[in-house]
């Protein structure tokens, strides 16, 4: 479990967003999150492949695949190896959302984009997730999709895939998307509209579900991982982490 104190920092546009000051987080339980919800912490009991959700939803998560249990944490180690959450639909419309992971990896494969956590598939209307690239030694992305198009957010905090812990989390805001790592925060000026995700898609983490084509495979270790929609998400779902 990381413990380190989360620090706030501004950081440069990349590409054509404007970026907006960050925004310092809220208090935690400033305001009250409703909607679609989830958080699970990878604790998994010896003969088991279940994760719960520690809100308390009929949503856990199964591991599916070429994983292994430790302390507090599960491995994701080769293709396909995943978990995926069948319960509520995730899909946050028009509402504030956030969601996010603690991970650890060691290395990332040249041109790979492996998935930490998501929800929708590429070719669907919506979509949001949590992707690793390999530049700069390890850099976290958040894709959001929806009615107004496909929007990137991109952390300046690099050199991810070093074996330490580390926290990201996405977010919607009105009329902005955020990505924090390790509570510094890149906020950029876009706004991808509703995302309504296909019924029945499954929430993914470690992977993008059974295929062998283009897996996005995150190999590594998921701590904690959650879900939060409603007014004030982003700092709902960051006073929860790290699970």
Known sequence: MRTSVRQLAAATVVGLAALVPAVVLAAPHAQAATGPSGLWNFTVAAGSATVADLDGNPQNISLKGSWSRGTGYVSFNAAPAYGQANGSTFSPGDLEFAFGAVLRTNSLVAKSNPNVIQGGMGNDPAQFKIALQPVNGGTAICVLKGTKGYMVAKSTRTSLANGASHEVVCSRQSGSISIAVDGYVNT????????????????????????????????????????????????????????
């Open 188 to 243: 950029y000026a876009l706004s991808p509209g509703t995302i309504r995700l296909t019924s029945g898609r499954p929430l993914y983490v470690g992977g993008k579900g059974s295929t062998t084509t283009w897996t996005d495979q995150f190999r590594g270790q998921l701590d904690c991982a959650g879900v939060v929609s409603g007014a004030g998400a982003r700092a709902a779902l960051m006073a929860k982490m790290p699970c």
